[in-house]
């Protein structure tokens, strides 16, 4: 019995395999895609978001974001290793629409974001939010050790110097006490040059950070986070506590005048029309039989708002995957070009 064999490499077809063809409808690909389509890059902070009159053409921000995006999904962090994936990944050529930045300009981009990558990530939780994916019922709150790049002896060194500048300190109104300058200074300029002053020893990880999340419970969603220096987790629950209620509060906050600015019911009014339904249901119930077609027209208006939302709510009901939810965005046409 022969082998499964493949078609020759230098085989042409009449109908080439296009790149969309290969990203398969659900994939996430097109969540990045639709996601970064719909920022607005100079709010949040880009620098070059429009592009130059003169000079020589540059990398769209907003092309690197989701390069940026895909990386981190998928769990690649180095800049020549993002750059390698432009060349032979089909995922990150649909995405980038064949481009190959350099892993210079992946590093750059980078060092120069920061902030501006971070208020895209709130961007995508407002957006969650928006689209259903956030409830704010249920948040969970945990925290983990992460290890920190500075050796323990780093770390020794570290607490050794500033017990050496505390005792120092405590001893100066002593006359007999003879400081070496040059000692002093270099142990400043040590304190001063350390890369991680943060870092702590936590029991069984070494030098390490505790990463606190609050955790929305519908789709295990990030809704705040907090990197502490606190080995314990018992003094960090209160302050998670009190950021993801915050979180929560601005979340809906800006959900509600994204809704109102585009012309559309905000969710808590949606809510309340729901609300408004249900009792006009049990009204119906109690009334006579020859009033129920009025009272069917008041909740069919009532209704009428939450369409999308019921919608939305039917969906996932049926085990519609996440993904699912924000592919409309994308399939509607919402981007840039």
Request: hydrophobic content about 40%; charged content about 30%.
């Amino acid at each position: 019995m022969a082998y499964i064999r493949g078609e020759a490499r230098e085989q042409t077809t009449m109908f080439p395999v296009t790149l969309d063809e290969l990203i398969p409808a659900d994939h996430m690909c097109r969540v990045i895609e639709a996601f970064g389509s719909r920022l607005n890059m100079a709010k949040l902070g880009f620098v070059r978001a429009e592009p130059a009159e003169t000079g020589r053409p540059g990398y769209d921000p907003r092309d690197l974001l989701k390069l940026y995006l895909y990386g981190y999904l998928q769990q690649v962090r180095s800049s020549r290793r993002l750059e390698a994936e432009c060349q032979r990944n089909v995922e990150v050529m649909w995405l980038l629409g064949r481009l190959q930045p350099d892993y210079k300009s992946i590093a750059e981009f980078r060092r120069m974001h920061s902030q501006a990558v971070t208020e895209a990530g709130a961007e995508l939780v407002r957006f969650a939010r928006s689209v259903g994916l956030v409830r704010g019922e249920t948040v969970a709150v945990d925290g983990s050790k992460f290890r920190a790049v500075s050796s323990a002896k780093s770390v020794r060194e570290r607490e050794a110097m500033k017990r050496y500048l505390e005792q120092l300190d405590a001893a100066d109104e002593q006359d007999e006490l003879v400081i070496d300058p040059n000692a002093v200074q270099a142990a400043l300029e040590k304190l001063k040059n350390d890369a991680e002053p943060e870092a702590r020893f936590m029991r069984g990880q070494g030098p390490s950070y505790n990463v606190q999340t609050a955790v929305d419970a519908e789709y295990a969603l990030i809704v705040a986070h907090k990197v502490s220096d606190q080995a314990g987790d018992n003094s960090l629950l209160l302050p998670m506590a009190e950021a993801a209620l915050e979180a929560q509060e601005y979340l809906r906050e800006r959900t509600e005048e994204g809704h109102r600015a585009a012309g559309r019911t905000p969710p808590s009014e949606r809510t309340a029309a729901r609300a408004d339904t249900r009792r006009a249901v049990r009204r119906a119930g109690r009334r006579r039989e020859s009033q129920a077609p009025s009272v069917t027209g008041k909740i069919s208006s009532a209704t009428s708002p939450c369409a999308s939302l019921c919608t939305l709510a039917a969906a996932s009901a049926s085990g519609a995957a996440t993904r699912q939810k924000i592919l409309p965005w994308a399939r509607a046409g919402h981007h840039r070009r």
